[in-house]
Structures are given as C-alpha cells and as structure tokens.
C-alpha cells in the first residue's frame, strides 16, 4: 500500500505497512482500485455526455464513492469492493469512447485477486512519474475528494449542481491524460474554484433546510438521562434523529463537527438536543467510552473503536467500519434509527466531562447583521487583527501549538475559525472585545465559506483588496476537506496562508516553491516567531 493524503501519513512520507489512521493494507488497496475505475468511468461518461448522452446521475455516484476514500470514513473492504463493482457497472454501461480507451476504461475487477494485483500495480506506477506532476496529482485528487464530500451532503439536503458534478468527473478523467504540469496546474486551480461553488451550495442547501445560524451558546455538561450522540458532519442525520427521538426519553447531544449544529433554528428548536458532549475527533476513543450511550458516526472522522464501547457504536452514510452496526438508507431516504434509539434506552447516561459553554453559530449572517459593531471595532482600533484559525484537528502532538498561538494572542485580536481545529482553544475563555466573541466560530470545515463572505464583506467597507485587510491566516490541515479549503482559498487570491502542524507530504520540493512564490504559503514555526510575523507589533 501506499498513501499519503493525510497530514498524519507515516513520517511525514507516506503509510506503506498500515494506516496511521488504522486502515489496513487490504482496504488502501480497495480505495485505489476504486478511484482509479472512476476515473475510467468519468472519462467514458465526459466523452458519452459531449455525444449527448451519458448518464447524468454519475456524478453523485462519483461523489459519494471520492467521499468513501476520504480519511476516516470508509475501513471496510465489503463496502469498497461493491462500490468498485458498482463504479464498473454503470461505466460499462455507457458506450466505449474509442479503441485507444485507458486501461481505467476496460480493466475488469473480476475477484478479490485482479483487484489485489491491481491494487499493486496503481502503487508501483507512482514511481514512474515525475514527482512534481504526481505531486498535483495527488493535490487535484485530495481536492475532488473534499469536493465529492461535500458536494454529498449538499445532495442529501436535494441540492446538487451539474458543473460541480461534471468538474469531479474531469478532474479525475484528466489524471488519465497525459498532460502537463502546467495544464495540471490549471486543474488544481479551478478545482479550488469548484470548491467555492460547492461550499456556496451546501451553505445555500443547510440555510435552506435549517433555517438562518444564530449566534448560540451551548452547554458541554451532561443530563441525567440516557443519550445518544451524533459526530460527523451530517446534518440531515442529526434532523431525522432528532425527530425520532421526540417523546423517547432521551437526549442527544452532538460531538466534534455537529457542534454547529446548535446553531440552527430547525435543530435547536428540539428540547432533547441538550448539549455537545466531547471535542474533536482525535479524543472519541476516551469520550465515547464515557458517554455511555449509543453513538452515531455519520461523516468523518472515525477512529478504529475500542472493545469497550465497539457494540455502541453506529455507523450510517459512508462511514463504514467491518463488523460494527450500519444505519441503511433505503430507497425513500428515511433512515430508521429504532435500533439506535431503543439501545439508548437501556444505557446509563453519560459521564460529566464538561468543559464550561461554547459559542458557535458565527456564520456570515449573524456576523453581517453586526457588521457596524464590528467595523466601527476595527476602525477605532479596539479590534486590530483578525486571526483566521480555521481547519481540522489531529492527534499529532505538536497541535498543542494552536492552543498557545491562541492564548499568545494579543486582547485586541479576533480569532475566525470553522472545522474541527477550533477544540484546541475554544474553551479558552477568551472573553470578547465590546460585545464581539473573540473566538468567532463559523460552524463546520466547509463554514469557511462563512469566513470568506465575511472576509469579502469587510474588503468591500474598507475599500480595499482581500489580502490588505488586517487578517492572517493560520490554518491547521489534517484531511482533504481541508485540502479543498485551501485550494478554494488560494483560488481566492488569499496570500500568506501559514500552515500547520506539518506540510502536506503529497507536495513535492517543486510544487512547494510554486505555492511559495505565487503565493506565499508558509509552514509553522514557533509560536512566536509565527505571532510576530501574524500580528506585527504585538
Ligand atoms: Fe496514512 Fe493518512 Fe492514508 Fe491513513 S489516510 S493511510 S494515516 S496517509
Ligand atoms: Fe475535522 Fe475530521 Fe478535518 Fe471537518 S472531523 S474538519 S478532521
């Protein structure tokens, strides 16, 4: 095996023995193996669509299978061998697009040993191709995956866009070409254009759905009755449980990325959603052990369950794990939760582990709706920076970084933040400046579609350009949602983005002094040395 899409990767190379993140070497196989029969699909159905044809529901299959391989999500193999299977059906159903098709287009996957030898076969080709144009390779394909993730939950909430859903098709169709560097170049670029798309739709579907974020405080302590809790970014899984649940006798309460989830009016409304139990994902291992209850993973990020708490836990969507309990989605979408619910039934409830209320809900148009409080702030000077810190959490021991770049900050900063980096610092108590929180929480990792509106909004009152407002940025990575963030923020023209907690391994020395020279991209240092650059002066 060999993959390197994540921030955790084998030291800081690549995992070629075992996933870091537990995925065993069977499973990166299956993950290959699919991608790369997507891409032969993708490249059929592009060619069938120009012809007038094609099959206009691929691009949700594709999406939802680029999901599938997204760190944390899918670990079992029966699960990845029916979409390997599925991907190669409706590929052979559309028309071949010539003689000289790509091997992705024909290839069979006719039992577990073609699949293997070609698992191999996808590893030992990386090495003939020159290590900067694999590089934006595998910096498109970790974009499509955000893309396809999203883009997901979008469709699950009935929105759904033909370019966003043609481009993820492309994108892959164009990794089978040979093509230049600086034609992958473009690919990768306008795959950070498609994310902003995307992120626009799925803010478009989840406002829609759920009513307009407000600003919201929410308790971390637990309640005296069983509970269920919900990680993962799903928000239509929350909704459907949280209607089932109605009159049950239990809470629910959110974990890691459903924390915004509190947020919303249609979600807040129900009195059983009580409170966020836990931090980000890295922790679940020791929280769900804790919680007692029954949990429901329905996105990223899941981490292989301890024994204790293995027969609790529930997977739905995408999110596959062998040998734990899947939630199915039959044909009319209505998931039916009853096991779930009458299992929480006969739980304790949680352990207390609070850690005081969080703020969340500081999307763009409650923000908007105070943008005088804070302009008038920024030009009186008792704002002088904005410190977007947005991004994903991890295990790495070096995070704790962003705990102390964040107590480090000077009083008169604000933090921006969304996705799941924000447990390292959001029960700082960093108190507020007139009123404004000084840690402002967007909600999720594609939230930072909030930032940016709200980036864009202050750009417009100052009357200046995006990079000469007083804001720096800080984002921490761990999986390709946040590979998508950045490319839709470069995509943006966002320069002197700092990184962290380590480079993306899958960046070559060339395409580094790319991101370097165009746009200023940066690793982290210290915390001072990274503070006195981010907010000179402090
Ligand atoms: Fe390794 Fe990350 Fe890939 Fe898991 S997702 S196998 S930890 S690089
Ligand atoms: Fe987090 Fe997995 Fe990236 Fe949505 S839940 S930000 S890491």
């Known amino acids: 095996m060999f993959c390197n899409q994540c921030e955790e990767t084998a030291k800081g190379l690549g995992c070629t023995v075992r996933g870091v993140c537990g995925k065993d070497k069977e499973t990166a196989g299956l993950q290959d193996v699919l991608i790369y029969v997507l891409k032969g699909l993708s490249a059929r159905n592009l060619a069938a669509m120009k012809n007038g044809g094609g099959n206009p529901d691929a691009g949700r299959f594709v999406g939802g299978c680029l999901f599938a391989t997204l760190t944390n ?39 577990p040993a073609a699949i293997a030898a070609k698992a191999q076969e996808i590893v030992a080709a990386r090495d003939a191709v020159d290590p900067d ?9 970790y974009g499509l995956k955000g893309i396809g993730a999203y883009s997901h939950h979008a469709a699950a909430l009935g929105y759904e866009d ?11 169709a164009a990794t089978l070409q040979d093509l230049t560097a600086g034609d992958m170049v473009g690919y990768v670029l306008a795959c950070g254009k498609v994310g902003v798309k995307t992120f626009a739709l799925l803010d478009a579907a989840n406002t829609t759905a759920y009513g307009t974020p407000a600003i919201t405080t929410v308790s971390t302590a637990a309640g005296t009755r069983p509970g269920i809790l919900v990680t993962g970014h799903d928000l239509k899984d929350l909704a459907d ?14 974990h890691g990325e459903m924390l915004p989830a509190h947020a919303y009016p249609a ?41 204790s708490y293995r027969d609790r836990v529930y997977t739905t969507g995408l999110v596959g794990y062998a040998g734990l ?39 763009h148009a409650p923000v908007l709706a105070i943008a005088d409080t804070v302009i008038s702030a920024v030009k009186s000077g008792a704002v002088k920076r904005f410190v977007v810190m947005a991004g994903c959490d991890g295990r790495h021991s070096g995070r704790d970084y962003y705990t102390r770049f964040a107590e480090a900050l000077p009083a008169d900063t604000v933090i921006l933040t969304a996705g799941c980096a924000k447990y390292r610092y959001n029960s700082l108590d960093l108190g507020d400046i007139g009123g404004i929180p ?101």
Not at 241 to 254: N, S
Request: aromatic letters at 8%.
């Open 133 to 141: 144009l694999r590089s934006l390779h595998d910096l498109l394909i």
């Open 325 to 363: 309990k899947h939630v199915d989605a039959p044909a009319d979408g209505k998931k039916d939760f009853s096991a779930l619910i009458e299992h929480a039934k006969r739980c304790e409830p949680p352990q207390d582990i609070s850690r005081g209320d969080l703020i969340t809900g500081c999307a």
């Open 162 to 172: 033909q370019e966003i859903a043609a481009f993820m098709q492309e994108g892959l």
């Open 73 to 111: 999500v899918n670990f079992d193999p029966a699960r990845l061998r029916d979409m390997i299977r599925e991907a190669a059906r409706i590929r052979d159903a559309l028309p071949a697009s010539g003689s000289a098709e790509p091997d992705a287009c024909t290839w069979v996957p006719a039992g």
């Open 438 to 538: 000084r840690v402002l929480d967007a909600g999720q990792c594609n939230d930072c579609y909030s930032l940016v509106v709200i980036a864009q909004a202050l750009a417009e009152a100052f009357g200046v350009g995006i990079n000469d407002l007083p804001v720096s940025y800080n984002i921490a990575w761990y999986e390709q949602k946040a590979v998508l963030v950045l490319l839709s923020l470069l995509s943006l023209g966002i320069k002197d983005i700092t990184l962290g907690p380590r480079l993306p391994a899958f960046v070559s020395p060339g395409i580094l002094k790319v991101l370097v020279e165009n746009f200023g991209i940066k690793g982290i240092a210290t915390v001072e040395e990274d503070l006195e650059r981010m907010v000179p002066g402090n």
């Open 267 to 307: 979600l807040a409304k129900y009195d059983h959603l009580v409170g966020n139990y836990g931090g980000s994902w890295p922790f679940q291992r020791e929280e769900f052990d804790r919680f007692n209850g029954p949990v429901l993973v329905t996105t990223n990020c899941l981490v292989p369950p301890k024994d």
């Open 241 to 254: 449980l949280l209607e089932q649940t109605r009159g049950a006798g239990v809470d629910v309460y959110t």
